[in-house]
Nanobody, 125 residues
Framework: VQLQASGGGMVQAGGSLRLSCVASRGTFSRYTMGWFRQAPGKEREFVAGISRSGDSIYREDSVKGRFTISRVNAKNTVYLQMNSLKPDDTAVYYC???????????????????WGQGTLVTVSS
């Protein structure tokens, strides 16, 4: 599967962005989807994940109440709606697919097989 992420940009603190990730060359509904981010000088970290059907989601504590992950399988697309953005949210955001991860391991990047190219989000104070 190939992934194309988009929607990043520069926004002031308190603003919103919506990231999209479109998958091709695969059966999208078979994959658990995840969003990760990597800030300069830091390791890649999990942001949010969503089950194949979209019934179950999991978010990292620092984004709960601000970020929402969703998917439309008919469009082969997963979204990350980001509200109340903070400067600490500045990072390159990556989407990823997994056909093997169990939900209790959804935050572990080792279980993801395909990664998008990343989209940069910059939040200014």
């Amino acid at each position: 599967v190939q992934l194309q992420a988009s929607g990043g940009g520069m926004v002031q603190a308190g603003g919103s962005l919506r990231l999209s990730c479109v998958a091709s060359r695969g059966t999208f509904s078979r994959y658990t989807m995840g969003w990760f981010r990597q800030a300069p000088g830091k390791e890649r970290e999990f942001v949010a994940g969503i089950s194949r059907s979209g019934d179950s989601i999991y978010r990292e504590d620092s984004v709960k109440g601000r970020f929402t992950i969703s998917r439309v399988n008919a469009k082969n697309t997963v979204y990350l709606q980001m509200n109340s953005l903070k400067p600490d949210d500045t990072a390159v955001y990556y989407c990823a697919t997994s056909s093997t991860v169990i939900f209790s391991e959804i935050s572990n990047p080792r279980f993801y097989q395909s990664w998008g190219q990343g989209t940069l989000v910059t939040v200014s104070s």
